[in-house]
């Protein structure tokens, strides 16, 4: 999909959030059903000259994940002097809603795909690893009006198939653990 349709589509999403959640104040929500599907995407991502789009399938308390996803990386937050990174990929999560249906604190296990590109900078030298990786993360769906809904975040995962790799005399090094903090936002069809 498009990265540019993906982002447009996020602004109507944000757009149309934000002027429920004002004329709706104060509304309560409706009993669900037992079946949830649902649709989210991280903001950041897009900030970050990528996409993020999940869908989800829900069955009372459990929800299934299946995103795609792709950002470039700040040197802040890869750590590696003289490299630019990016990534992209996709990957699933299972999550447990263990005290309300599909709202509220979720725990979760999750496994992805991923293709890294590490490019040294001031060069043409770059390095790409296909990467796999599995992990926990805990969070808390906070509903909004108009079936809208808030998800902060955070994961830890084990990066599988990562290596370290020196081009043009600077080294590129990929922590072994990888935490990643995340908001998205969503919507829960009825």
């Known amino acids: 999909?498009?990265?540019?349709?993906?982002?447009?589509?996020?602004?109507?999403?944000?757009?149309?959030?934000?002027?429920?959640?004002?004329?709706?104040?104060?509304?309560?929500?409706?009993?669900?059903?037992?079946?949830?599907?649902?649709?989210?995407?991280?903001?950041?991502?897009?900030?970050?000259?990528?996409?993020?789009?999940?869908?989800?399938?829900?069955?009372?308390?459990?929800?299934?994940?299946?995103?795609?996803?792709?950002?470039?990386?700040p040197s802040w937050a890869h750590g590696n002097d003289g490299y630019d990174a990016s990534f992209n990929g996709f990957g699933a999560k299972l999550q447990v809603f263990p005290f309300a249906e599909q709202r509220g604190l979720f725990l979760g296990v999750d496994g992805g795909v991923s293709r890294l590109l590490a490019r040294r900078q001031g060069t043409d030298l770059a390095s790409e690893q296909l990467q796999g990786s599995m992990g926990v993360h805990v969070g808390y769906r906070i509903s909004l009006p108009a079936d809208f809904y808030v998800t902060p975040w955070i994961g830890v995962s084990y990066q599988l198939g990562r290596k370290d790799v020196t081009l043009a005399a600077a080294a590129w090094h990929q922590n072994a653990l990888n935490v990643f903090p995340a908001v998205h936002l969503g919507y829960q069809f009825r």
């Open 1 to 73: 999909m498009n990265k540019h349709l993906v982002a447009a589509l996020s602004l109507v999403t944000l757009t149309t959030l934000a002027s429920s959640a004002a004329a709706d104040e104060g509304s309560t929500a409706t009993p669900s059903p037992a079946f949830h599907a649902d649709v989210e995407v991280d903001p950041t991502a897009y900030v970050l000259s990528g996409h993020s789009l999940h869908v989800g399938l829900g069955y009372r308390h459990v929800r299934l994940d299946l995103g795609a996803f792709a950002m470039a990386l």
